[in-house]
């Protein structure tokens, strides 16, 4: 399995240079297997979805679809999308989308009440765990970080790769790193933390919009960084080594 992470500068209300900006980043990196965007990639997390959020997430989705087609790879990340059932209400959904054109959706747990995603958004009611290329990957959603429950491994259901795609912001970085490390030596997985850079999409924040510095980060089970991403918008590959891993776990079974 080689993985790939996109690390996207936020373009708020730029759907088409968003998409554009992605082409380029999947053209630039080597041929893989999986390709990972940031959370609500292409607007930029939001707590006020609006008509236009909506727009926007069904242009990235064909997107991705399309993506997943023409590169016979999966690619994931996460959109702000109207909940089918309850008029007014959103889900922040993270798209597992295979080149078959099946698909497979997480919805964010935790949600970040402090910013008020609560008054929107509804939440998901448990953990998803994909297959793909004969590995289990776990799908979180950025405030999922800090709840080590829902990524929690176990030997009766184990995963290989935990994926968390997020819009963190510069002033918790040294968090986000403290907890991806975290998650992948408790797990005895390989922790992929795909950030975004550039500004916050509410324009109700525009006064104190936060920039995301990026920070994407891939962590070993033994707790090796293999990247830790500066705040500019690129890609970084990797082959995760899970014969290693699998030695580790027979070496040191702390999943028992």
């Known amino acids: 399995m080689k993985v790939t992470i996109l690390q996207t500068a936020l373009r708020p209300g730029r759907v088409g240079d968003m998409l554009r900006a992605a082409d380029r980043l999947v053209a630039s990196a080597p041929p893989s297997s999986l390709y990972v965007l940031p959370e609500m990639w292409v607007t930029g997390f939001t707590t006020s979805p609006t ?26 990340g996460s959109l702000a999308v109207a909940d089918d059932e309850v008029a007014g209400k959103w889900r922040n959904r993270l798209f597992f989308v295979r080149p078959d054109g099946h698909e497979e959706v997480y919805d964010k747990q935790h949600l970040f009440a402090y910013g008020g995603e609560d008054r929107s ?3 998901g009611a448990v953990p998803v765990t994909v297959e793909w290329e004969g590995r289990r990957i ?11 429950e829902t990524a929690r491994n176990s030997l009766a259901a ?17 968090v986000w790193h403290a907890l991806l490390a975290a998650r992948a030596l408790e797990n005895q997985v390989f922790c992929v933390g795909v950030n975004c850079a550039g500004w916050s999409a ?13 920070g994407s980060s891939v962590i070993s089970p033994y ?34």
């Not at 979180?140 to 080590?148: E, G």
């Not at 509410?202 to 995301?212: G, L, M």
């Open 51 to 76: 008509a236009a959020t909506a727009a926007a997430g069904g242009e990235a989705l064909e997107w991705m679809r399309e993506t997943a087609r023409r590169t016979s790879a999966a690619v994931a």
């Open 121 to 123: 958004f509804l939440p």
């Open 138 to 148: 776990r799908l979180q959603t950025c405030f999922d970080l800090r709840f080590p």
């Open 158 to 174: 184990p995963y290989d790769l935990l994926l968390y795609v997020a819009g963190w912001p510069s002033s918790r970085q040294r």
């Open 202 to 214: 509410d324009e109700a924040d525009a006064p104190r919009s936060e920039f995301y510095r990026g």
């Open 223 to 256: 707790g090796d960084v293999l990247a830790k991403l500066d705040a500019a918008e690129q890609t970084f590959t990797f082959s995760p080594d899970f014969a290693r891993m699998e030695h580790l776990r027979t070496k040191f079974p702390v999943l028992e």
